[in-house]
């Protein structure tokens, strides 16, 4: 049987777009005939602690779905203080230098590695540069320069160690997939003679559930955010600037504005419901009783899509697309819905007071139909397989 190893930073349990991304790869290629093994850490995102049932262990081995996940040690953190942060992806990225050592036999000919962290990748593309194994980045986010939009980085030397590190994985992997053509076009301004694929963060379509909730049309339209609490989406911004009108905005996820946006609640009458981080199957039932899902980022970040415009797609669900970036082009392309520019909340306002139930209603088999031509994770992996 075809072997294939996948280092990533985030796995199930662990909730978010980058624990689901790869979670559908691995299960993808196990599909498609391969012993699949992922090697992680021990489960600690985005809470910053690792989980209970984990705790106090230097590694942990267990299945998922029938595939072998390896979980070592990490010193996790969820700080904004970026020392602690750095000590973090260190901690992992020395686990795995020692897990290397010491089980060299253990690793397939053919490793995918997850980047950012690009210490991680880094890391894990110095130590199996050997062999002649075939290395493969799967490459979800642009760094350093995200980190530098985002204001989590700044110019200086760390920046520049950054931006070589980022220069070093593009020209050591032998194949890069990114999730955004602007991925892409960095990976081959860096080295224009490398081997790419467009690998988009695609759901599973037959896994999605939007049990579809035949509401009064005079009833309010509840606007849904399902997904990170961070600072680059901004939530508690846009609680603080929304005007809901009659309308709902109801809010699923956790992360580094939690406690800001439970604080901002507790004194604010709009009709704003926060429902805390709950299963993604749980949150799948329930997606289906709303009327439209806010995608927000508190400006453009280039090179990031946000996956959630391929799971809403998929799921016929209309979205309000506040994020910027090649994600705007996506969803003006395929008519998944509505346009407003990242922090433009007079437009937002002015769209809002336009919203009506009964056409997004109509648009929602649209979408689905759009979606189910264009997003198709098995013909996706069907074409990256090829190239495996």
Same mark, same amino acid.
């Given at each position: 049987m075809?072997?294939?190893?996948?280092i990533?930073?985030?796995?199930p349990?662990e909730?978010?777009?980058?624990?689901?991304?790869?979670?559908?790869l691995?299960?993808?290629?196990?599909?498609?005939g391969?012993?699949?093994?992922?090697?992680?850490?021990?489960p600690?995102?985005?809470?910053?602690?690792?989980?209970?049932g984990?705790?106090?262990?230097?590694m942990?081995?267990?299945?998922?779905?029938g595939?072998?996940?390896?979980?070592?040690?990490?010193?996790?953190?969820?700080s904004?203080?970026k020392?602690?942060?750095?000590?973090?992806?260190l901690?992992?990225?020395?686990?795995?230098?020692?897990y290397?050592?010491?089980?060299?036999?253990k690793?397939a000919?053919?490793?995918?590695?997850?980047?950012?962290?690009?210490?991680?990748?880094?890391?894990?593309?110095?130590?199996?540069?050997?062999?002649?194994?075939?290395?493969?980045?799967?490459?979800?986010?642009?760094?350093?320069?995200? *980190?530098?939009?985002?204001g989590?980085?700044?110019?200086g030397?760390?920046?520049t160690l950054?931006?070589?590190?980022?220069?070093?994985?593009y020209?050591?992997?032998?194949?890069?997939?990114?999730?955004?053509?602007?991925?892409?076009?960095r990976v081959?301004?860096? #080295?224009?003679?490398?081997?790419?694929f467009?690998?988009? #963060?695609?759901?599973?379509?037959?896994r999605?559930?939007?049990?579809?909730?035949?509401s009064d049309?005079?009833?309010?339209?509840?606007?849904v955010?399902a997904?990170?609490?961070?600072?680059?989406?901004?939530?508690?911004?846009?609680?603080?600037?929304? %005007?809901?009108g009659?309308?709902?905005?109801h809010?699923?996820?956790a992360?580094? %504005?939690?406690?800001?946006?439970?604080?901002?609640?507790?004194?604010?009458?709009?009709?704003?419901?926060?429902?805390?981080?709950?299963?993604?199957?749980?949150?799948?039932?329930?997606? *289906?009783?709303?009327?439209?899902?806010?995608?927000?980022?508190?400006?453009?970040?280039?090179?990031?899509?946000?996956?959630k415009?391929?799971?809403?797609?998929? *799921? *016929?669900?209309?979205?309000?697309y506040?994020a910027?970036?090649?994600? %705007?082009?996506?969803?003006?392309?395929?008519?998944?819905?509505?346009?407003?520019?990242?922090?433009?909340f007079?437009?937002?306002?002015?769209l809002?007071?336009d919203?009506k139930?009964?056409?997004?209603?109509?648009?929602?088999?649209?979408?689905?139909?759009?979606?189910?031509?264009?997003? #198709?994770? %098995?013909?996706?992996?069907?074409?990256?397989v090829?190239?495996?």
């Amino acid at each position: 049987m075809k072997a294939i190893t996948l280092i990533t930073n985030y796995f199930p349990p662990e909730t978010g777009a980058a624990s689901n991304r790869i979670a559908q790869l691995a299960l993808g290629l196990q599909k498609r005939g391969y012993s699949v093994r992922v090697i992680c850490p021990l489960p600690n995102y985005p809470k910053g602690r690792i989980f209970e049932g984990y705790r106090g262990k230097l590694m942990h081995t267990e299945h998922y779905e029938g595939i072998h996940v390896t979980r070592l040690y990490i010193f996790p953190s969820n700080s904004n203080r970026k020392f602690k942060r750095l000590f973090a992806m260190l901690s992992f990225s020395f686990s795995l230098g020692v897990y290397r050592l010491l089980h060299s036999g253990k690793f397939a000919q053919k490793i995918i590695i997850q980047s950012p962290p690009l210490i991680l990748s880094a890391s894990a593309l110095f130590f199996f540069n050997r062999n002649k194994r075939k290395l493969i980045l799967n490459v979800s986010d642009l760094w350093p320069s995200a *980190g530098l939009e985002l204001g989590a980085l700044q110019k200086g030397r760390m920046y520049t160690l950054l931006e070589r590190l980022e220069r070093y994985i593009y020209k050591k992997a032998h194949l890069v997939l990114g999730q955004s053509k602007e991925i892409i076009a960095r990976v081959l301004e860096v #080295n224009p003679k490398q081997q790419t694929f467009l690998y988009r #963060n695609l759901p599973q379509a037959s896994r999605l559930n939007f049990d579809s909730d035949e509401s009064d049309v005079e009833q309010p339209i509840k606007l849904v955010y399902a997904g990170l609490l961070g600072i680059a989406q901004g939530i508690v911004k846009l609680c603080k600037n929304i %005007e809901l009108g009659n309308h709902e905005l109801h809010i699923y996820g956790a992360g580094a %504005e939690q406690q800001a946006l439970q604080d901002y609640l507790i004194n604010s009458d709009k009709p704003i419901f926060y429902h805390g981080e709950v299963s993604r199957k749980h949150l799948l039932k329930q997606l *289906g009783s709303y009327d439209l899902a806010i995608v927000p980022l508190t400006r453009a970040i280039y090179g990031s899509t946000p996956s959630k415009i391929y799971e809403m797609a998929l *799921g *016929g669900l209309p979205m309000l697309y506040f994020a910027g970036g090649e994600g %705007e082009q996506v969803v003006q392309d395929y008519q998944l819905g509505y346009v407003v520019e990242p922090g433009d909340f007079q437009a937002l306002n002015r769209l809002l007071v336009d919203l009506k139930k009964n056409e997004l209603k109509q648009m929602s088999e649209k979408i689905r139909e759009s979606a189910a031509q264009h997003f #198709n994770l %098995e013909l996706q992996l069907d074409a990256l397989v090829q190239l495996l």
